[in-house]
């Protein structure tokens, strides 16, 4: 079983919001480690220590070993909670490792050769990451740290889906055989940009729209002068 990371802990008693907001000002983080058969148990971890690792994306797709005392148990990384307004960590969720049992990770895709592909190099396309990890399934002992999918061979509208992913011995991978094959990675032309107006295309745009506020100015214009008098009715006299 590969190992990537050890971290020392502390077993926890006292329970509660209070308990792990006193936790936090002392810089520890209150942690759950659950599952390999066994009740859940309340453990602490170092917050400074732990800071060290977070943005290292093995941590999530490696095997760790906790250690209490002389007591020590391999673990893997389900969630972290982070806190919404800081750079803390507020929780941190782990799943206890058994040998013979089979453990469900999400790992990272590591895509290699798209600088060189005819896609990008010659035919002047742009590669578009779909997703950048993907779940699996397998043995503690086959758990490698990221899948690596080649796309130097990739052309212009070529797309690489999950089962063009390459798998180590003894990994799967649960959407594949629930027979959803989704996209990864795909190469296709770049989005033409409007081209700006020249001078002369915004001059004449300008004129025109000069025009039309003219025309639709004038009716209101004529419509706020007054009628133009009748003339004068000749009073007819009669013959004397």
């Known amino acids: 079983m590969r190992i990537g990371f050890e ?3 502390d077993f926890r008693d006292d329970q509660g919001k209070g308990a792990s907001r006193r936790l936090r000002r002392r810089g520890k983080i209150p942690a ?5 058969k066994l009740a859940p148990r309340q453990i602490i971890l170092d917050h400074q220590n732990l800071m060290t690792m977070i943005d ?12 209490v005392g002389s007591e020590s148990q391999e673990a893997i990384v389900k969630d ?10 507020v929780h941190i ?5 058994l040998e013979n049992e089979k453990i469900r990770i999400r790992l990272p895709i590591h895509f290699h050769g798209a600088a060189g592909s005819p896609g990008v190099k010659t035919e002047g396309g742009i590669v ?20 690596e999918l080649d796309l130097s061979q990739m052309k212009l509208n070529d ?4 089962s063009d992913i390459p798998l180590p011995q003894g990994v799967a991978i649960p959407q594949l055989q629930q027979g959803r094959n989704v996209a990864v990675v795909s190469v296709h032309a770049p989005r033409a940009a409007e081209p700006e107006p020249t001078s002369e295309a915004a001059a004449a745009e300008g004129a025109v729209a000069a025009g039309a506020a003219t025309t639709a100015a004038t009716p209101a ?15 007819g006299g009669g013959k004397k």
Do not use: W
Not at 32 to 36: A, D, R, V
């Open 128 to 147: 578009s990451h779909r997703i950048s990890d993907v779940e699996v399934v397998c043995l503690p002992k086959d758990l490698p740290e990221a899948l």
């Open 7 to 9: 971290i020392q802990a």
């Open 80 to 89: 972290v909670q982070m806190h919404p307004a800081k750079n803390a960590i």
């Open 93 to 97: 969720d782990l799943q206890r490792v």
């Open 32 to 36: 759950i480690l659950y599952g390999g």
């Open 221 to 235: 214009a004529d419509a706020a002068k007054p009628e133009a008098a009748a003339p004068a009715k000749k009073e």
């Open 56 to 67: 290292n994306e093995k941590l999530y797709s490696s095997i760790i070993r906790i250690k």
């Open 159 to 162: 797309t690489k889906f999950l």
